[in-house]
């Protein structure tokens, strides 16, 4: 299956798109994870998209969409994967339908903005791994260490409110006209995001088992 998440920030992509991945064992590839891996790297691609980031806006299309193709002609792909994060605007989509990438299914998560808001205040991050969590509804087995690699949990930088609000704006005025581009295709699916992390999965897997 070839697969797309979408949702505003916060949304639940990351949580979701990693219970795709092990349920249907394709591989997750999150623009997002990959930009703060190379941030935290030092390397060019970091150093180009670190003030994007910080600000809440947008990495210029040309960036993520080399990022994607280098990506998706890796042999881990060839059985399907889920991209979390891309495309984020219509110039990324036609990017991908370019590649000659045909895509089975677009879920969109629902998340009305307050609550983005809200929620936003308690999503914590692993500084070492990347895996993310929430103090209320996904929290690590000890407050503030990650399950996963025992690193310290912090909160993200662009997860600052005055961030949170850029990267909603940038998400309605860029990313939501995709969801549209998908829809005309007759490939949208949206699940509204639940409190309960559960139930936003089984709701999602519920809408992929139609595919
Ligand atoms: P995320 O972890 O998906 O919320 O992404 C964090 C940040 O990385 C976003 O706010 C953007 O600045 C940047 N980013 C991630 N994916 C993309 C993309 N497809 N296009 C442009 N910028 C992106």
């Known amino acids: ?13 990351g949580t979701q798109s990693e219970n795709i991945s092990a349920k249907f064992n394709i591989p997750a590839i999150s623009t997002g994870d990959i930009l703060r891996s190379a941030i935290k790297g030092g390397t060019e691609l970091g150093k180009q998209a670190q003030s994007y980031i910080d600000a809440g806006k947008l990495v210029p299309d040309a960036v993520v969409i080399d ?5 998706l002609a890796t042999d881990a792909c060839k ?18 339908d370019a590649m000659g990438v045909q895509i089975d299914a677009v879920l969109s998560l629902e998340v009305p903005d307050e609550t983005i808001v809200t929620r936003m205040s308690g999503r914590r ?7 993310s969590y929430h103090v209320l509804y996904k929290p690590s087995a000890t407050a503030d260490v990650c399950d996963k690699c025992g690193a310290e949990l912090v909160i993200r930088a662009d997860d600052k409110p005055e961030t949170v609000l850029n990267r909603l ?9 995709v969801k549209s ?3 005309a295709k ?3 699916i949206c699940v509204e995001g639940q409190e309960e992390v559960a139930d936003t999965t089984k709701l999602v897997f519920e ?4 595919v």
Do not use: W
């Open 67 to 71: 990022i994607i193709k280098e990506h």
């Open 186 to 188: 007759g490939k949208l």
């Open 1 to 13: 299956m070839n697969l797309i998440i979408m949702g505003a920030p916060g949304a639940g992509k």
């Open 125 to 131: 991050t692993c500084l070492k791994c990347g895996a």
């Open 207 to 210: 809408a992929l088992s139609k």
């Open 79 to 96: 059985n399907g994967f889920i991209l979390d994060g891309f495309p984020r605007s219509i110039p990324q989509a036609e990017a991908l």
């Open 181 to 183: 581009y998908y829809a």
């Open 169 to 177: 704006n940038t998400f309605h005025s860029q990313t939501e006209p």
